[in-house]
């Protein structure tokens, strides 16, 4: 079973390759989903408001519209 820890680095890695790949913007929502398909136990909600924490601390613009 995943935990927060394995988590918030998913996420922390997430966010450091899109800068690699110099991408500024990002839906959170589908990262949101693949995330929560790994991590059941947070909710896609709880999981949404990780990843646009991490995320904007690297400066990258999240969206989270279908």
Same mark, same amino acid.
């Given at each position: 079973?995943?935990?927060?820890?394995? !988590?918030?680095?998913?996420?922390?890695?997430? $966010? $450091?390759?899109? +800068?690699?790949? /110099? !991408? /500024?913007?990002?839906? =959170? *929502?589908? =990262?949101?989903?693949? *995330?929560? $398909?790994? %991590?059941?136990?947070?909710?896609? =909600?709880?999981?949404?408001? +990780?990843? +646009?924490? =991490? %995320? @904007? $601390?690297? /400066?990258? @613009?999240?969206?989270? +519209? !279908?």
């Amino acid at each position: 079973m995943h935990n927060d820890e394995d !988590l918030m680095a998913s996420i922390i890695t997430r $966010a $450091a390759r899109l +800068k690699e790949r /110099g !991408l /500024g913007t990002i839906n =959170v *929502l589908h =990262v949101a989903q693949e *995330l929560h $398909a790994l %991590f059941p136990h947070c909710s896609e =909600v709880e999981i949404k408001e +990780k990843i +646009k924490e =991490v %995320f @904007r $601390a690297e /400066g990258i @613009r999240c969206i989270d +519209k !279908l």
